[in-house]
């Protein structure tokens, strides 16, 4: 993931609240088949990249993203994003510059989807779903209800819960809207 991709996911939220949600949303566009390239393992609350947050954490340092505390009852603090105005600029003049409206960046594709889940208001359901979708890249042959299942578990949770049957839901619609995107990719090339 470079920081034109982070710049345009925060410019897509307006302010990107918690450091978790960007975790999880980055992960479900991958999942998606979003180009981010960022590692990815297994955390107590779904999948983290450090990559991602040497990413946020070195933009902040470089000024490019406002960074702002607020407290939270059940971690102490959380975290919110926003553009500086400086990177407003830089992502506007790149935007000019590629001819966006012409070449539209790849990412371009995904802007619905990220919007989605950028505003979805249950922050566990995107944890759990992206836990889902972890599950699920590692057997991918062993289907949804077995990746729900050891998300579960994992989650210590009951595959059966509206909670977890709801991000399942959400879980497997990010990932068929990765064949939809590719095939809506293929038939513009």
Known sequence: MDRCQLATLVDWAGTLRTRKRLQKVIY??????CPFDADYTLHHYGPYSSDVARLADAMVQAG??????????????????????????????????????????????????????????????????????????????????????????????SSESPAMRSAESLAQKVCCSRSQATHAHEGHS
């Open 28 to 33: 479900l566009l991958r999942a998606a088949g």
């Open 64 to 157: 490019l993203l406002c960074e702002e505390a607020e407290p939270n009852v059940a971690v102490g603090q959380s975290f919110s994003y926003r553009l500086s105005d400086r990177a407003q600029e830089q992502l506007a003049r790149r935007r000019t510059a590629c001819g966006a409206v012409e070449r539209p960046d790849v990412m371009d594709r995904f802007e619905p989807l990220a919007r989605q889940l950028l505003q979805e208001p249950d922050l566990q359901k995107l944890e759990y779903a992206a836990t889902i979708a972890y599950f699920r890249s590692l057997r991918p042959d062993e289907g949804w209800q077995a990746a729900c299942e050891a998300a579960a578990r994992f989650k210590n949770q």
